[in-house]
């Protein structure tokens, strides 16, 4: 079965750090770009980072620049988001997803090929 487990999320306090993991089964993220999206309650899912399928070419949406750093384990078929300085605004469900092409997963949560089912992050004190 193909499918992406999150894993990492829970509660922290404003300032803290979290790492979430994204990791794959029933096939290899070898070839995949990955993306992680994240949704608060009562919007629309947006994009917070993506890695191309070398790891080569990362990006970061403006609200997350600087705090957060997505990086790949290949050899784990996982990949990883590292999140610090975390803010109240943060605080949504994050998810990872999958798609062949890096361009499709920059341009944002549409037609990717596998999604994962997404684990909470709430940041407050």
């Known amino acids: 079965q193909v499918q992406l487990v999150e894993s990492g999320g829970g509660l922290v306090q404003p300032g803290g750090s979290l790492r979430l993991s994204c990791a794959a089964s029933g096939f290899t993220l070898d070839y995949y770009a990955i993306g992680w999206f994240r949704q608060a309650t009562g919007k629309e899912r947006e994009g917070v980072s993506c890695i191309s399928s070398s790891g080569e070419n990362t990006y970061y949406a403006d609200s997350v620049k600087g705090r957060f750093t997505i990086s790949r384990d290949n050899a784990k078929n996982t990949v990883y988001l590292q999140m610090n300085s975390l803010k109240p605004e943060d605080t949504a469900v994050y998810y990872c997803?999958?798609?062949?092409?890096?361009?499709?997963?920059?341009?944002?949560?549409?037609?990717?090929?596998?999604w994962g089912q997404g684990t909470l992050v709430t940041v407050s004190s």
């Open positions: 997803a999958a798609d062949i092409s890096y361009a499709r997963v920059v341009a944002g949560p549409h037609h990717l090929e596998v």
